[in-house]
C-alpha cells in the first residue's frame, strides 16, 4: 500500500505544481501583463488547465483511489492520508464527470474575459464585456449539466466552492439573516450617522501603503513568505504555501486601503500556516471559499475595525498622518469607521449592509441560469435590485455590474461565501473569546499573535481535510448559524448608535 500511496501522491503533486503555476500566471495579468498580452495569456491558461485535468482524471489515478479504498478505511478518519485519499476521491469523481475539451475552453474564455472586463470596467459600457459574459454563463449552465441530476442548476456550481454545501441550504440562512439585517439598517436610519469627513481628505499614497504594511505584518502575514502589490481588484494568491502573495488598491483621497490590506493578509495569513505536511496535494489550501473568508472578514472587521484594535493602532495612525487627525478623538475614528451608510460598492460597504450586496448577486446568478432573465438584462436588473435593498442606483455599470471581476473568472457560484464567510467569522469569535478571555486586552496591547495561534490551531492547520460545515462544527460546536454574526452586529452598532 505504501508505494500506491506515495505514487498517488506523487501524481497529486504534479497537479499542484500546474495549478499554482496557472495562479502565477494570473496573478501576472493581473498585476504586470501589457493589455496586448491578453490572448497568449489566454493560450498558456488553456494548455495549463487541460494538462492539469488530463492528470487528474487518467484512469490510473482511480485505480489507486479504488485501491487504496481498503487502506482509507483501516486509517483514522481523521489523520491525514485518510483526509487525502477521501478528498482525492471525491476530486477525481467530481472532476471525472468534465471534458477535457470544456476545462480547455473555460480556461481560454475566462483568461481573455478578464481583459475586457477591465476594458468595459475603463469605459463603464456593459456592452463591451456582455459577448464574454454570455459565453461564460452558457459555459457555466453546460458544467452544471454533467452533474445532473440535480436538486438545483446552481448546486455543482456553489459545491465547487464551498464543497457539500446546497442552493437550498444558503437560501433558507440568507432568508434567516436578511429581515434581521434589514431591520438594523432601518433602525439605524432613524438615527444621527457618525462624521466621516475626516476620512475623506489627502492621504500621501506611500505612507498609506507603508502603514498597511505595517500593520499586516503585525496581524502576522510573513511578507518573508509573501509579497503586496497593487490591482484592480484585490486578491490573494498562493504560489506554494511559502509564496503567498496579496494585492491591494489605495486611493488618495480616502483612508479604505488599510482594510483591503488587512481583508487580503487575513486571506494570506491562513495560507501561510497550514500544516506543510499537506503542501502539494488537494489538502494544501483552505477548507472552502467561506472559511477562507471568515479569515479575512475576521482580520478586516472584527479585529481590524474594532476598538481595541484602534486603541493599540491610534497613536501610529496619527504620527504616520501629521495634522490629519490631531482633532479627531479615538472615539470618533472608531465610530467614523464604523458607520452604516447603504452604497454602490460591495468591496467599500459596511457591515450591516455587505451582506445585501451579496444575496442580490446570488439571485442575479441564479435567475440567469434558470433562464429567468438573459446576460443582457443583467445592469437594468442589478440597479432595481440595488434600489429595492439598500436604496441607492448606480450612475454607470462600472458603479453597478462591472465592478466585481468574478464573473469574468467564470466564478459563479462563489458570491455566497462571502456572507458566509461573515457568519463564520463571528462564530469564531465568539469561540475564540470563550478559549481566551483576556482577548480584547490582548489586542488593545498589540498582541495579535495569541488569536493567530488559536486560529492556526483550530483551523489553519487542517487545509481542506474538513469539508467546512464539519470544521465549524468542530470549532464551534455548530453548523453555520446567523445568531452569532446579528449578536455581534446589534451589540456594536446598538453602542454606536445608542439603539
Known amino acids: 500500500m505504501t508505494d500506491k500511496l506515495n505514487k498517488l501522491k506523487t501524481i497529486l503533486g504534479e497537479v499542484y505544481d500546474l495549478s499554482t503555476a496557472l495562479a502565477v500566471l494570473d496573478w501576472d495579468q493581473q498585476v504586470n501583463m501589457p493589455v496586448a498580452g491578453s490572448d497568449g495569456r489566454a493560450s498558456q491558461a488553456s494548455t495549463i488547465s487541460r494538462m492539469a485535468h488530463e492528470i487528474f482524471v487518467d484512469d490510473g489515478v482511480g485505480e489507486l483511489l479504488e485501491a487504496l479504498e481498503p487502506y482509507r478505511r483501516e486509517l483514522p478518519p481523521d489523520s491525514d492520508d485518510a483526509c487525502l485519499l477521501k478528498v482525492a476521491r471525491r476530486e477525481y469523481n467530481r472532476r471525472k464527470k468534465v471534458p477535457t475539451a470544456y476545462v480547455s475552453e473555460f480556461a481560454a474564455v475566462t483568461s481573455a474575459a478578464h481583459m475586457q472586463w477591465e476594458h468595459a470596467r475603463a469605459q463603464a459600457d456593459f456592452s463591451i464585456f456582455k459577448p464574454a459574459l454570455e459565453k461564460i454563463f452558457r459555459l457555466r449552465r453546460e458544467y452544471a449539466g454533467f452533474f445532473a441530476p440535480y436538486d438545483h442548476v446552481y448546486d455543482p456550481l456553489l459545491d465547487e466552492f464551498e464543497p457539500g454545501m446546497k442552493t437550498a441550504d444558503v437560501k433558507e440562512i440568507f432568508a434567516q439573516l436578511r429581515p ?49 502589490d497593487k490591482a484592480a481588484h484585490p486578491f490573494t494568491t498562493t504560489f506554494n504555501l511559502n509564496d503567498v502573495r496579496i494585492t491591494t488598491r489605495i486611493f488618495p483621497d480616502n483612508f479604505s486601503g488599510l482594510f483591503s490590506t488587512l481583508h487580503e493578509a487575513g486571506h494570506a495569513i491562513y495560507e501561510q500556516n497550514i500544516s506543510p505536511l499537506l503542501e502539494r496535494s488537494p489538502l494544501g489550501t483552505g477548507a472552502s471559499l467561506a472559511i477562507h473568508e471568515s479569515q479575512s ?38 465610530c467614523g469607521i464604523n458607520r452604516v451608510e447603504p452604497g454602490l460598492i460591495r468591496v467599500d460597504a459596511d457591515e450591516a449592509t455587505y451582506n445585501l450586496h451579496v444575496m442580490l448577486r446570488l439571485e442575479l446568478e441564479i435567475a440567469v441560469l434558470e433562464g429567468k432573465i438573459a446576460v443582457s438584462d443583467l445592469p437594468e436588473a442589478w440597479n432595481e435590485k440595488m434600489r429595492e435593498y439598500l436604496g441607492v442606483t448606480p450612475e454607470n455599470d462600472a458603479e453597478g455590474v462591472l465592478q466585481d471581476v468574478h464573473w469574468a473568472g467564470g466564478a459563479i457560484g462563489y458570491f455566497p461565501t462571502y456572507a458566509l464567510g461573515n457568519l463564520i467569522s463571528a462564530q469564531l469569535r465568539e469561540t475564540a473569546e470563550k478559549a481566551i478571555p483576556d482577548l480584547d486586552r490582548q489586542i488593545a496591547n498589540g498582541n495579535f499573535q495569541i488569536l493567530r495561534e488559536w486560529l492556526t490551531e483550530n483551523i489553519h492547520r487542517h487545509g481542506s481535510k474538513f469539508e467546512p460545515q464539519k470544521l465549524v462544527e468542530m470549532v464551534t460546536g455548530s453548523k453555520i448559524d446567523p445568531a452569532p454574526y446579528m449578536r455581534y452586529l446589534n451589540r456594536k452598532y446598538g453602542e454606536i448608535y445608542g439603539l
Open 180 to 228: 434581521q439585517q434589514v431591520k438594523l439598517i432601518h433602525a439605524i436610519r432613524e438615527k444621527t450617522a457618525p462624521d466621516t469627513s475626516f476620512l475623506h481628505q489627502q492621504f500621501d499614497s506611500q505612507q498609506q501603503w507603508n502603514f498597511g504594511v505595517e500593520a499586516a505584518k503585525m496581524i502576522g502575514y510573513d511578507l518573508k513568505r509573501g509579497r503586496q
Open 297 to 334: 472578514r475576521l482580520w478586516e472587521n472584527l479585529v481590524g475595525r474594532s476598538r481595541e484594535f484602534w486603541t493599540f493602532f491610534y497613536p501610529r495612525l496619527q504620527a504616520a498622518f501629521p495634522g490629519r487627525f490631531d482633532d479627531v478623538s479615538l472615539e470618533k475614528f472608531y
